[in-house]
């Protein structure tokens, strides 16, 4: 069974472009989660999605973050307008219910220049 | 809010010798406390946990063992291998909230050498 999986592996943008991060979970994991880890610091919470409803969106650093998740399959996260602060590393992870272990992805390597 | 301070790397350790990384918590209640790694390349991978007080999570050769007196779950490997070079992250889940938010530490950059 195939596990998590984030497009693309890498990206590389300017300041000021717009970026979107997919994130196909785990098939029949209504969880899914996204975390961010800036570079030396801790991995973060961003938001948690049960099936295509935000339950909880409180790690979002602002308004140019956009996540959605058409259909209660995979999801999607944008950021427009991109600053160099949201270089990092961004991790999805889905869990069957909220109790079960959560599984990650590889990670999007994000580079804004 | 719930914390994890967990020791800053990088460690580099030549194979064979004994591995500690420090982790302490600070959090309400009675949280559930984990140990992921991340290879070169690869995604985060749960390694152990453990859900309550004086649980030892074990798993790879690695073992943690939960201390609510001193509000840390410090990672052990008693002989490392070059295949456990990787960053390594102390989180925790407190069960007081509804979902699966864990809490993670800064990670540690883990480098063994043959």
């Known amino acids: 069974e195939a596990g998590v999986t984030q497009f693309p592996s890498h990206s590389v943008i300017e300041k000021g472009q717009t970026v979107t991060l997919r994130c196909d979970p785990i098939s029949g994991h209504d969880n899914l989660y996204w975390y961010r880890r800036v570079m030396g610091k801790e991995i973060k919470f961003l938001l948690h999605?049960?099936?295509?409803?935000?339950?909880?969106e409180s790690g979002m650093p602002n308004n140019r973050f956009l996540a959605e998740r058409t259909g209660g399959t995979y999801s999607t996260l944008k950021v427009q307008p991109a600053e160099l602060e949201d270089s990092g590393v961004y991790f999805c992870?889905?869990?069957?219910?909220?109790?079960?272990?959560?599984?990650f992805g590889q990670g999007t390597r994000l580079t804004v220049v | 809010g719930d914390s994890v301070t967990q020791m800053e790397g990088p460690v580099t350790l030549s194979e064979e010798a004994f591995l500690t990384i420090n982790c302490t918590y600070t959090a309400t209640g009675y949280p559930s406390l984990f140990w992921y790694v991340q290879y070169p390349g690869e995604g985060l991978q749960l390694l152990l946990k453990?859900?309550?007080?004086?649980d030892k999570g074990s798993n790879k050769g690695f073992e943690a063992t939960y201390r609510k007196e001193t509000t840390s779950f410090h990672l052990e490997k008693g002989s490392v291998q070059v295949s456990d070079s990787a960053v390594y992250f102390c989180?925790?889940?407190?069960?007081?909230?509804?979902?699966?938010?864990?809490?993670f530490g800064k990670g540690t950059l883990l480098t063994v050498n043959p």
């Open positions: 992870a889905s869990s069957q219910d909220f109790v079960s272990e959560a599984f």
């Open positions: 453990a859900t309550k007080a004086d």
């Open positions: 999605f049960v099936k295509e409803s935000k339950q909880d």
């Open positions: 989180a925790l889940w407190n069960s007081g909230g509804s979902n699966y938010k864990l809490t």
